[in-house]
């Protein structure tokens, strides 16, 4: 004989906890395998095309958004020839490039499908890092073993050898994403290659050894308005290189010199108001509202995962951010049709999640006297004390016990609770 069911001590924290839980404004619409259909909650790359259709690759099919409905595209069941998608890129024609992991790349024009492979073009490997049309419509094809340029009519290769294309010996081959601005100038990010620069008259690359540069890895680079040159690095943060290619400052942005909450940035978009947006590995989005102050776009505001992959502005003024776990995120609202932004109130933040021996707290900007407790189900507290100024703090909870906790920070005004799980 069963006795009477009684709640959890788990119930009474939450049921606790209910009255001083903020309202949180949810900014994103969500698209996954549950709401949307989706092969994969992976999403590696966005992109618009000139019909306004939305398309994101994943690590195991293509997707297609046309303002109401998902359609998904796989191999077998149309002419994409691999499902594990790295990058995507739309042309001057509007023809869809699609990078793949074993298969080259594929170009959907309307219904028709071309492929690129090492088979039947001068393409060196079939595993693609990330493809740049520039405003000549040619083809930057970044790979693990050297940089392609397909200008329609000739092949040029770029690698570590002395048959690079010119003579333009890189410092390492492999390439993650190229940038081109306008008057030819190539900004290559590579993997412990070295920030390069390739024109029709020099060549020129920074590492750490010779130049002390920051990083000698980056993920994404982005040229803005003037020219400069912005780097989202796996480990140096956000570096802004700035006048000319050749000698001109660099600045780094990251957790010593800005506070950021993590260092390693995935990607980088710029908006339409000219701020910078970084997808981080751990804590969502990092944007900067001004030269020198940053935000962050987390899970308080209904980002479905921190780790953000790849971003985008459609035609629209709506982010889109593609994330490791969560799927593809929609900001439909992000600038307004006067171009002004849509700010959400800044919450509390905490990573990792789960954490082991400690966690990092980043701190909503503007607030004072903030003192913290970490609590576990049953509402007791086993940790307290008071943050250092700054808004990214870290915490150390040593041996503590596998379970479900909840940190609540407190200032003179408000008061915010954030569930944790400790590994």
């Known amino acids: 004989m069963t006795g009477p069911c009684r709640p959890s001590a788990s119930y009474w924290l939450l049921a606790w906890l209910l009255p001083f839980l903020p309202a949180t404004a949810q900014q994103w619409d969500v698209f996954d395998m549950a709401t949307a ?14 019909d306004g259709v939305i398309w994101a690759a994943t690590d195991w099919g293509l997707c297609r958004y046309d303002g109401d409905q998902w359609t998904v595209l796989q191999q077998g069941g149309s002419g994409l020839p691999d499902n594990s998608l790295n990058c995507l890129a739309v042309d001057g024609d509007g023809r869809l490039w699609i990078g793949t992991t ?9 219904e028709d499908w071309t492929y690129l492979t090492t088979e039947n073009s001068p393409l060196v490997i079939d595993d693609i890092n990330g493809i740049t049309i520039d405003h000549r419509g040619w083809a930057w094809i970044a790979t693990q073993i050297g940089l392609q340029c397909s200008t329609g009519e000739e092949w040029y290769l770029y690698n570590d050898t002395p048959e690079s294309h010119l003579g333009y010996q890189f410092w390492g081959p492999h390439v993650r994403n190229t940038a081109v601005r306008a008057d030819g100038l190539v900004a290559v990010a590579t993997m412990n290659g070295g920030l390069t620069y390739i024109s029709e008259t020099d060549f020129f690359y920074y590492t750490s050894f010779e130049h002390n540069f920051p990083d000698n890895s980056a993920n994404a680079i ?16 956000l570096i802004r290189h700035a006048g000319p290619h050749i000698g001109g400052p660099w600045l780094q942005y990251n957790a010593a010199s800005a506070g950021f909450p993590d260092n390693t940035l995935l990607c980088l978009v710029i908006d339409p108001q000219g701020r910078k947006l970084a997808g981080t590995e ?12 940053w935000d962050l776009l987390g899970t308080s505001t209904g980002l479905p995962d921190p780790s953000v992959r790849c971003l985008m502005i ?26 002004e932004m849509e700010v959400p109130e800044q919450g509390v933040e905490v990573f990792p999640v789960p954490f082991q021996d400690h966690f990092t707290v980043v701190l909503p ?14 509402g007791r507290v086993v940790l307290n004390g008071r943050f250092a100024p700054g808004r990214v703090q870290q915490v150390v909870a040593p041996g503590m016990s596998s379970g479900i906790f909840v940190l609540r920070v407190r200032s003179n005004t408000d008061r915010w609770h954030v569930r944790l799980v400790r590994d």
């Open 222 to 237: 982005v040229f803005d308005e003037a020219g400069d040159r912005w780097i989202a690095c796996p480990a140096g943060g």
């Open 365 to 378: 900007s503007s607030v004072d006297a903030l003192a913290w407790d970490l609590m576990d189900a049953s």
């Open 314 to 339: 459609d035609s629209g003024g709506g982010l889109w951010a593609g994330t490791w776990t969560g799927g593809l995120a929609r900001w439909r609202n992000y600038t307004s049709v006067g171009g």
């Open 37 to 50: 259909g989706f092969p994969s909650n992976t999403v590696k790359a966005v992109v618009e095309d000139h």
């Open 282 to 293: 751990t804590a969502g989005i990092l944007r900067f509202t001004s030269a020198v102050d």
């Open 102 to 110: 074993s298969a080259g790349i594929a170009i959907l024009d309307g």
